[in-house]
């Protein structure tokens, strides 16, 4: 699954998140959230809605919030990176909160926490 990705543009790194997260909404049974979306996924790619390369840049950020502007990037992709920094700032001070804008489709959310 991750190849397909690849060749739809991802970086290696990259498909192999976007994979992860749908194959383990599959797993746990939220399939309308797994495997299925992938032609979804591609069509978005097509299109221009879902970008490959994006941009990602942070907008705003406090020892506690993160905020990010996704530049289209499959959400997967941008919601682990932003998962991430806050899980992080939440260990330093006690919270952490991310916002994303131009963000894409994320899959299942419970992934993330």
């Known amino acids: 699954m991750a190849n397909i990705f690849v060749k739809a543009g991802l970086a290696p790194d990259?498909?192999?998140?976007e994979a992860e997260?749908?194959?383990?909404?599959?797993?746990?049974?939220?399939?309308s959230h797994g495997v299925l979306r992938i032609p979804s996924y591609l069509d978005?790619?097509?299109?221009?809605?879902?970008?490959?390369?994006?941009d990602i840049k942070t907008i705003k950020e406090?020892?506690?919030?993160?905020?990010?502007?996704a530049d289209r990037a499959m959400g997967p992709v941008v919601t682990t990176e932003?998962?991430?920094?806050?899980?992080e700032k939440a260990k330093s001070?006690?919270?952490g909160w991310g916002l994303l804008r131009e963000n894409t489709h994320q899959g299942a959310m419970g992934y993330y926490s």
């Open 14 to 17: 990259e498909a192999n998140i």
């Open 21 to 31: 997260v749908l194959v383990w909404a599959n797993l746990r049974g939220i399939d």
């Open 44 to 54: 978005s790619i097509d299109t221009g809605l879902m970008n490959t390369r994006p």
């Open 62 to 69: 406090t020892p506690a919030v993160l905020f990010v502007d």
């Open 82 to 87: 932003v998962m991430n920094r806050v899980t």
């Open 93 to 95: 001070v006690g919270i």
